[in-house]
């Protein structure tokens, strides 16, 4: 169980994960990214939207005024868009944990003819993953993407 779970949560994680300092992720509705320390949300068949850590919108590469409730809103998102991405990099690296304890089981069970032993421990690694994937999709929730 944990481990079919866990793949899921990997695939997810390198998806949002990305390469360099920046992460994506895709959804029905369109693509959530950074760049330069900005959030921009390309919703498809509109134009794109960019916010800053302080709560500033663009839309179309225009700035958008906004009331101080409306730039509460954007910082709380703008931290829920960091956390998903944070989020999914630490279940990658303990989808990567778990993968590298598996394969070491699986040639340790097998250099000492033990394949019974096949496993052990992994569970407990599993579970990482399975309280990061977890965290995971309390953010993507609460981004609504």
Known sequence: MYMRRSGCA????????????????????????FDNGHVVLRPFGQPDATISATG????????????S???NLLVDYYGHAV???NDGLKT???GAAVAS????????????GD?????????????????QARAL??????LRI
């Open 101 to 112: 304890a598996a394969i070491g089981s699986v040639v340790k069970g097998l250099f000492h």
């Open 56 to 67: 500033d919108l663009a839309i179309a590469g225009k700035d958008v005024a906004v009331t």
């Open 10 to 33: 990997l695939l997810l994680a390198a998806a949002l994960s990305g390469c360099g300092n920046g992460g994506t992720v895709v959804s029905g509705r369109g693509v959530l990214s």
């Open 92 to 94: 990658g690296v303990a």
């Open 115 to 131: 394949p019974d032993k096949i496993g052990t421990g992994i569970d407990a690694k599993a579970e990482i993953v399975d309280q």
């Open 137 to 142: 999709c309390t953010e993507v929730r609460a």
């Open 69 to 71: 409730a409306e730039r």
């Open 83 to 85: 956390a998903l991405r």
